[in-house]
């Protein structure tokens, strides 16, 4: 019998981590991260209108913000887009069965709009909890509830 692999990603407003589960068994394993900081640089050269994002490296697409979004709404719209695009690199790379969101719970919300299809078609779980910064070795036991380990 195939081992099911799971995704989790751990997001808040500030970070996001991808954690891979390779079957019951297996632990944990800490897989990439991004941090809202990284994007800050393009976020000053490319989106410095009010209201708008750079989507991507190349400031290609942009995306448009409800004038009525607060900034604090706005910045976790735009760092929802970048975990996204991380999301479908690593959904990509590492080909899982599952997907997990664990997440604060207003970028929850924002997150569940913004994935891809494989990815959400896949998702077995949401967690409306930020557990981006506990270690990796305390995670299990958050995650019993929708994770064989």
């Given at each position: 019998?195939?081992?099911?692999?799971?995704?989790?990603?751990?997001?808040?407003?500030?970070?996001?981590?991808?954690?891979?589960?390779?079957?019951?068994?297996?632990?944990?394993?800490?897989?990439?991260?991004?941090?809202?900081?990284?994007?800050?640089?393009?976020?000053?050269?490319?989106?410095?209108?009010?209201?708008?994002?750079?989507?991507?490296?190349?400031?290609?697409?942009?995306?448009?913000?409800?004038?009525?979004?607060?900034?604090?709404?706005?910045?976790?719209?735009?760092?929802?887009?970048?975990?996204?695009?991380?999301?479908?690199?690593?959904?990509?790379?590492?080909?899982?069965d599952r997907l997990?969101?664990?997440?604060?719970?207003?970028?929850?919300?924002?997150?569940?709009?913004?994935?891809?299809?494989?990815?959400?078609?896949?998702?077995?779980?949401?967690?409306?909890?930020?557990?981006?910064n506990i270690p990796?070795?305390?995670?299990?036991?958050h995650l019993s509830?929708?994770?064989?380990?």
């Amino acid at each position: 019998m195939k081992a099911v692999k799971t995704l989790i990603v751990l997001a808040d407003d500030a970070a996001a981590r991808f954690v891979l589960n390779e079957g019951v068994g297996k632990g944990l394993r800490e897989g990439t991260s991004v941090s809202a900081r990284e994007f800050a640089q393009d976020e000053v050269e490319y989106g410095d209108r009010p209201g708008r994002s750079a989507a991507g490296p190349g400031g290609m697409a942009k995306h448009g913000f409800d004038p009525h979004q607060s900034a604090d709404e706005a910045a976790r719209a735009r760092f929802a887009a970048r975990i996204a695009e991380a999301l479908e690199r690593e959904w990509h790379d590492q080909q899982p069965d599952r997907l997990i969101l664990a997440s604060a719970p207003k970028m929850l919300g924002v997150l569940r709009g913004v994935i891809g299809t494989g990815p959400r078609a896949a998702l077995a779980a949401e967690l409306p909890k930020d557990l981006v910064n506990i270690p990796l070795r305390d995670l299990e036991g958050h995650l019993s509830g929708v994770l064989a380990l």
